[in-house]
Structure formats: structure tokens, C-alpha cells
């Protein structure tokens, strides 16, 4: 699944592309909830606490109709105040793109099922891709740097049930860390051996 800098990119074009003003005033929530589901690896949490998909499943499954099913007040966006609003923006858009990649890129070209079988080095090419990925987005400086900018601002009022405040936090302090990282591969030791915990 895409990781943090990619995720927070897909959210600034979103924004861009969808000039809606509440999400242009509360971008910087809009980018916490973009990379918030992965707040579980920070958390300890069990990925579905989050992320609402279940990886042990391959019959179709909507992480977003669950998850508001799992939190009814989030579902009408009248009810919510603009930062939060936004929040849960980002964080569909999140969900709706891990999805796609376990069903689209995943599963068919590194999953069990595929020619590679799932095996460590499948999920390490997987990992692999993600970074590349990520790294691009992190080579827009330009963009990094607006995205970092909006997150450090104060996020006032921000009401989200499925996350406490402490923890988004602490993400939010590890997701401006993360976002300065250098557009290199120095880290993909780190990265790319994940997947071989979980593999």
C-alpha cells in the first residue's frame, strides 16, 4: 500500500483539482487524515482497527462503507465542522487507494495468487514499487514543503471518534519528519524489510 509522502501527494491533488473552498481552508487536516489509517503502525494497533479491510479476505469489501458503518457520525458531512470534514476526506481518500492497490497491483502481480505466489521477494518488490513511488512524491520539494507547512499549523476543533487526539498528535509530528525526509533510497532498509515481518 502507498506510503506516507504518496498518500499525502494524492490528497494535494485532490484539492487542487476539486477547488472546493472548505478543503483549501482545513488542507492541513485534510492531509493528517490522508496518511491517519496508518497511524496503527505508530499505535501498534491491528491494521483493521484503521483501516477497515480485512487482508485475509478476497471476496470484494469497501473499507469506507465500513468504516462508516463502524462510525455513523462521520457518514454525513453536515454534521461535521469543516476540520473535521476534511479529516475524513483525506482519510477516504487513504482507504479508497490502499484498496485499489491490494485489488489492482497487489494481489494480481505480487499475491498469492500471482506468478510471484506471495513469496518475500514478491512482497519485497511490492515494497519496492511503493517506495519508488513514494520517493517521487518526496522529490517535489515544492510540494512537500506546502504540504508540511499546512500540517504544522494549529488544527482547531477537530472531532474524530476513531482516533484520540494524542495519537494524531504524535502522527502528525512523525508525518512532517517523514515528509523532510531526503528523496533518496538510504531508507528502503528500513522499508523494505517491514515487509518482510509481515510477509
Same mark, same amino acid.
Given at each position: 500500500?502507498?506510503?506516507?509522502?504518496?498518500?499525502?501527494?494524492?490528497?494535494?491533488?485532490? %484539492?487542487?483539482?476539486?477547488?472546493?473552498?472548505?478543503?483549501?481552508?482545513?488542507?492541513?487536516?485534510?492531509?493528517?487524515?490522508?496518511?491517519?489509517?496508518?497511524?496503527?503502525?505508530?499505535?501498534?494497533?491491528?491494521?483493521?482497527?484503521?483501516?477497515?479491510?480485512?487482508?485475509?479476505?478476497?471476496?470484494?469489501?469497501?473499507? %469506507?462503507?465500513?468504516?462508516?458503518?463502524?462510525? *455513523?457520525?462521520?457518514?454525513?458531512?453536515?454534521?461535521?465542522?469543516?476540520?473535521?470534514?476534511?479529516?475524513?476526506?483525506?482519510? &477516504?481518500?487513504?482507504?479508497?487507494?490502499?484498496?485499489?492497490?491490494?485489488?489492482?497491483?497487489?494481489?494480481?502481480?505480487?499475491?498469492?495468487?500471482?506468478?510471484?505466489?506471495?513469496?518475500?521477494?514478491?512482497?519485497?518488490?511490492?515494497?519496492? %514499487?511503493?517506495?519508488?513511488?513514494?520517493?517521487?512524491?518526496?522529490?517535489?520539494?515544492?510540494?512537500?514543503?506546502?504540504?508540511?507547512?499546512?500540517?504544522?499549523?494549529?488544527?482547531?476543533?477537530?472531532?474524530?471518534?476513531? &482516533?484520540?487526539?494524542?495519537?494524531?498528535?504524535?502522527?502528525?509530528?512523525?508525518?512532517?519528519?517523514?515528509?523532510?525526509? *531526503?528523496?533518496?533510497?538510504?531508507?528502503?532498509?528500513?522499508?523494505?524489510?517491514?515487509?518482510?515481518?509481515?510477509?
Amino acid at each position: 500500500m502507498p506510503a506516507l509522502a504518496f498518500h499525502a501527494a494524492v490528497a494535494k491533488r485532490i %484539492v487542487e483539482r476539486l477547488h472546493q473552498p472548505a478543503l483549501d481552508a482545513e488542507s492541513g487536516s485534510l492531509y493528517l487524515g490522508s496518511t491517519a489509517p496508518d497511524i496503527h503502525i505508530l499505535m501498534r494497533w491491528e491494521r483493521e482497527r484503521t483501516h477497515f479491510f480485512d487482508l485475509q479476505k478476497f471476496e470484494e469489501q469497501s473499507a %469506507v462503507a465500513t468504516m462508516f458503518e463502524v462510525h *455513523p457520525a462521520l457518514a454525513d458531512p453536515a454534521e461535521l465542522n469543516p476540520p473535521t470534514a476534511a479529516f475524513v476526506c483525506g482519510y &477516504i481518500s487513504h482507504l479508497v487507494m490502499d484498496e485499489i492497490w491490494i485489488n489492482d497491483i497487489y494481489r494480481p502481480f505480487f499475491g498469492r495468487s500471482s506468478p510471484l505466489a506471495g513469496d518475500d521477494r514478491a512482497n519485497i518488490m511490492d515494497r519496492a %514499487v511503493q517506495y519508488e513511488l513514494d520517493r517521487q512524491a518526496r522529490a517535489d520539494r515544492e510540494a512537500m514543503s506546502h504540504v508540511v507547512k499546512e500540517l504544522v499549523r494549529p488544527i482547531l476543533d477537530l472531532k474524530v471518534s476513531l &482516533i484520540g487526539g494524542g495519537a494524531l498528535g504524535l502522527w502528525r509530528e512523525l508525518m512532517v519528519e517523514a515528509l523532510n525526509h *531526503p528523496p533518496d533510497w538510504e531508507r528502503f532498509r528500513f522499508f523494505g524489510g517491514r515487509a518482510l515481518k509481515v510477509a
